[in-house]
Nanobody
Framework: QVQLVESGGGLVQPGGSLRLSCAAS????????MGWFRQAPGKEREFVAT????????YYAGSVKGRFTISRDNAKKMAYLQMNSLYSEDTAVYYC?????????????????WGQGTQVTVSS
């Protein structure tokens, strides 16, 4: 069993940056792929970024590629999402998720554990 807790959300101006963190419990964190998803009001949850168990493979949604960076620290049982050059369109609740497989996935149904989400608001 894995529990995930996100932090780092908040209000930021357009063009600004935020770093989201995801703290995981459980002894098997290092074997899980991790992902970040987001859900804006009135919209479906969408894939943002994913990283495999070792950190050696990452994938990004086209809308965030080049602006967001996903990373992980297995020793600390942490995953991160560095978000730069934020737009108002990035406003959403951001969720951290863990997939018991080793491979990174863009599909939400592949993920077994989810955090409660953290709000990111990009506004002037």
């Amino acid at each position: 069993q894995v529990q995930l807790v996100e932090s780092g959300g908040g209000l930021v101006q357009p063009g600004g940056s935020l770093r989201l963190s995801c703290a995981a419990s459980g002894r098997t964190f290092s074997t899980y792929a991790m992902g970040w998803f987001r859900q804006a009001p009135g919209k479906e949850r969408e894939f943002v970024a994913t990283i495999n168990w070792s950190g050696g493979s990452t994938y990004y949604a086209g809308s965030v590629k080049g602006r967001f960076t996903i990373s992980r620290d297995n020793a600390k049982k942490m995953a991160y999402l560095q978000m730069n050059s934020l737009y108002s369109e990035d406003t959403a609740v951001y969720y951290c998720a863990a997939d018991r497989s080793y491979s990174a996935s863009t599909r939400s149904y592949d993920y077994d554990y989810w955090g409660q989400g953290t709000q990111v608001t990009v506004s002037s």
